[in-house]
C-alpha cells in the first residue's frame, strides 16, 4: 500500500462542476502540499497545509490531521484547470522528505 | 532569476556515459530538492539539501547517482554509466527551508538515455 493514496486517479468533468480530489495518507507528517502539473508542463505549488482549510480564488484545500486525509475542491471548474493534481505529504520524521501521491488527471470539456 | 532554473532542459545521452545536471535554486532558498519524473510515473524522491549538507540521500536509487551542491546554492545532480532506466525528467525545488516553507519547482531537465 502507497503511503500516499489519491482518488479519482483519472477524472473528466464538465465546464462549471465542483470538483473534489482526494488524498489519504498513512505516516505523520508535519505539511500536506498540493502540487499542480499541466501537460508537458512545470509543477506548481498550489497549497501547503498543515491544519485547517486555505482557499485561494476557486481552489480550497482542507486537511483532518486526525483522519489523515486531505481534500482539493475545485469550484466553477474551467478547461484550464485540465492538469495533474499531486498530493504530497512532509514527512515528519528528521528530514524534509516528501512522499508523493501518483497524481489525479483531470480533464474539464468545455 | 526570480525562479527556480535549471539546465540543460533536455538531454540525450548514450548509455554509459555520465551527465550533469544542474539547478540554481532561488536566492535566499536554504533547502533544495531533486526529485525524478519517469514516463507514466508519479514523482519520486532523490535527496534533499539544507545548506551545503544532504540528511536525506534516502532516494538515489544507485550509487551511480550523486549531488552536491555548493556556497548553499547551486547544485548538481550527477549520473555515471548512465542506464536506459534513467530516461527521466529530473526536477529540482527549492524553498527557504522551514517546515511550513512553500515549495517553488524548476521546469525540469527531460533526460533521455539511448
Known amino acids: 500500500k502507497n503511503e500516499v493514496e489519491q482518488s479519482p486517479q483519472n477524472l473528466t468533468a464538465q465546464e462549471g462542476e465542483f470538483i473534489t480530489i482526494n488524498c489519504s495518507y498513512s505516516?505523520?507528517?508535519?505539511?500536506l502540499h498540493w502540487l499542480q502539473q499541466h501537460p508537458g508542463g512545470g509543477i506548481v505549488s498550489l497549497f501547503m497545509?498543515?491544519?485547517g482549510k486555505k482557499k485561494h480564488g476557486r481552489l480550497i484545500a482542507t486537511i483532518n490531521i486526525q483522519e489523515k486525509h486531505s481534500s482539493l475542491h475545485i469550484t466553477a471548474s474551467h478547461p484550464r484547470d485540465s492538469a495533474v493534481y499531486i498530493c504530497a505529504v512532509r514527512w515528519g520524521g528528521a528530514t524534509n522528505k516528501l512522499i508523493f501521491g501518483t497524481g489525479t488527471l483531470l480533464a474539464v470539456q468545455p | 532569476g526570480a525562479g527556480v532554473s535549471q539546465s540543460p532542459s533536455n538531454k540525450v545521452t548514450e548509455k554509459g556515459k555520465d551527465v550533469e545536471l544542474r539547478c540554481d535554486p532561488i536566492?535566499?532558498?536554504?533547502?533544495l530538492y531533486w526529485y525524478r519524473q519517469s514516463l507514466g510515473q508519479g514523482l519520486e524522491f532523490l535527496i534533499y539539501?539544507?545548506?551545503?549538507?544532504?540528511?536525506?540521500k534516502s532516494g538515489l536509487p544507485s550509487d551511480r547517482f550523486s549531488a552536491e551542491r555548493t556556497g548553499g546554492s547551486v547544485s548538481t545532480l550527477t549520473i555515471q554509466r548512465t542506464q536506459q532506466e534513467d530516461s527521466a525528467v529530473y526536477l529540482c525545488a527549492s524553498s527557504l527551508g522551514g517546515i511550513n516553507s512553500p515549495l517553488h519547482f524548476g521546469n525540469g531537465t527531460r533526460l533521455t538515455v539511448t
Open positions: 497545509l498543515s491544519s
Open positions: 536566492s535566499g532558498h536554504t533547502a
Open positions: 505516516v505523520g507528517i508535519s505539511a
Open positions: 539539501f539544507q545548506g551545503n549538507s544532504a540528511p536525506d
